[in-house]
Nanobody, 123 residues
Framework: QVQLVESGGGLVQAGGSLRLSCAAS????????MAWFRQAPGKEREFVAA????????YYADSVKGRFTISRDIAENTVYLQMNSLKPEDTAVYYC????????????????WGQGTQVTVSS
């Protein structure tokens, strides 16, 4: 398993932007497909975005498509989630996940998870 540490969460007004980071401990970072999930209070965890091991393929939930961008920096062992045009309904704890298999991490069954970072969007 790979150790993941998220950062970059905070409080932002609706319409604002935040960039989340997820730093991985593993030197073979490019062996893992990565994904972001979120969980709002009282709700199920939901998929947000995923990126393949090479970074050539990305996939987004409909609710964030066109507003969020997932990317990865292999040299920095980090995956990012750029969030623009934030809405109050984006308020949640955001988690990153890693797994060697793209389909597995998208399904939420990834073997490694971070501790989460809180994002709060005020109206």
């Amino acid at each position: 398993q790979v150790q993941l540490v998220e950062s970059g969460g905070g409080l932002v007004q609706a319409g604002g932007s935040l960039r989340l980071s997820c730093a991985a401990s593993e030197r073979t970072f490019n062996s893992y497909a990565m994904a972001w999930f979120r969980q709002a209070p009282g709700k199920e965890r939901e998929f947000v975005a995923a990126i393949s091991r090479s970074g050539s393929s990305t996939y987004y939930a409909d609710s964030v498509k066109g507003r969020f961008t997932i990317s990865r920096d292999i040299a920095e062992n980090t995956v990012y989630l750029q969030m623009n045009s934030l809405k109050p309904e984006d308020t949640a704890v955001y988690y990153c996940a890693a797994d060697p298999q793209y389909s597995t991490v998208v399904a939420g069954n990834g073997g490694s998870w971070g501790q989460g970072t809180q994002v709060t969007v005020s109206s």
